[in-house]
């Protein structure tokens, strides 16, 4: 199982309609769970984290977290043209050598008119 | 306030030469985390630093070496370069490490490009 795995899509959505996104992980004991966004040709941005199960939100963008199944999502309501991009998962994943943040190889998004 | 400044933005090498990037993080940010991103492999973790100290390392090859400074400013350094090195590499600042659920912020990159 990978560490952090996510669908490579691409996911095509229509504008104003909802695109959902997920991701799973294989290390229980993570307790933090981030969303990056990031453009072709641009470094990833930070647009959610969520620490603790249940819904989090923030303008379009909410976040679900279930630890128990260890599965995180990302929901884009209304979306928009400008939405296309890929959107990577992150965990903090305890190896050997500690913590270290790791991403899935993102879920490529677009956002058709 | 200024974001996380990585130079070069591109550079051009030959096999078998070395190369040294830079990483200035966000002011008061101590941990300095760095990544490969390649379209086959996507992020790939390469090392993390905190006040100084390598606290994680990827499963990179001894090639790939880095260090952090008293400033938190970190430098990575491949030696003799193989076209596989080819890629963008991230860096990535943030309040503490990995285990302190701080988010990251990223820097623009540096292109490496081996010939």
Known sequence: QKEVEQNSGPLSVPEGAIASLNCTYSDRGSQSFFWYRQYSGKSPELIMSIYSNGDKEDGRFTAQLNKASQYVSLLIRDSQPSDSATYLCAVPILTGGGNKLTFGTGTQLKVEL | ?115
């Open chain 2, 1 to 115: 306030k200024a974001g996380v400044t990585q130079t070069p933005r591109y550079l051009i090498k030959t096999r078998g030469q070395q190369v040294t990037l830079s990483c200035s993080p966000i002011s008061g940010h101590r941990s300095v985390s760095w990544y490969q991103q390649t379209p086959g492999q996507g992020l790939q973790f390469l090392f993390e630093y905190f006040s100084e100290t390598q606290r994680n390392k990827g499963n990179f090859p001894g090639r790939f070496s880095g260090r952090q400074f008293s400033n938190s400013r970190s430098e990575m350094n491949v030696s003799t370069l193989e076209l596989g090195d080819s890629a963008l590499y991230l860096c990535a600042s943030s309040l503490g490490p990995a285990s302190t659920n701080y988010g990251y912020t990223f820097g623009s990159g540096t292109r490496l490009t081996v010939v």
